[in-house]
């Protein structure tokens, strides 16, 4: 069964940081685009950030540039977002993604906004909370 699941939230003060992980059960990593996205009360899912299965693409949504970080381990079969400066809106359930998407297939996709958008990415993980306050 192919599955993802995040870790890593919490509460944090404002200024905080936070690294959340994602581990990749039955399948591997490293053939996969992976991507972060949030959603918070009331509002639409956001993409944050995507790197391409080859690590040489990454993008992040204005928001959250220069502060969060999209990372993998392939051989931990795992991806990870670190979080810095958080603020009180980055208060939301945030999600790991993944589409399979070899080398082969360039890093285009994740070097636009392709990759941010919600349509973009076959498996999802569960979500973890993520609280912002002081």
């Known amino acids: 069964q192919l599955q993802l699941v995040e870790s890593g939230g919490g509460l944090v003060q404002p200024g905080g940081s936070l690294t959340l992980s994602c581990a990749a059960s039955g399948f591997s990593l490293n053939n996969y685009a992976i991507g972060w996205f949030r959603q918070a009360p009331g509002k639409e899912r956001e993409g944050l950030s995507c790197m391409s299965s080859s690590g040489r693409a990454i993008n992040y949504a204005d928001s959250v540039r220069g502060r969060f970080t999209i990372s993998r381990d392939n051989l931990k079969n795992t991806m990870y977002l670190q979080m810095d400066s958080l603020k009180l809106e980055d208060t939301a359930v945030y999600f790991c993604?993944?589409?399979?998407?070899?080398?082969?297939?360039?890093?285009?996709?994740?070097?636009?906004?392709?990759?941010?958008?919600?349509?973009?990415?076959?498996?999802w993980g569960q979500g973890t909370q993520v609280t912002v306050s002081s």
């Open positions: 993604a993944a589409d399979y998407a070899p080398p082969s297939f360039g890093d285009a996709l994740c070097e636009g906004d392709y990759r941010l958008r919600l349509g973009t990415y076959e498996y």
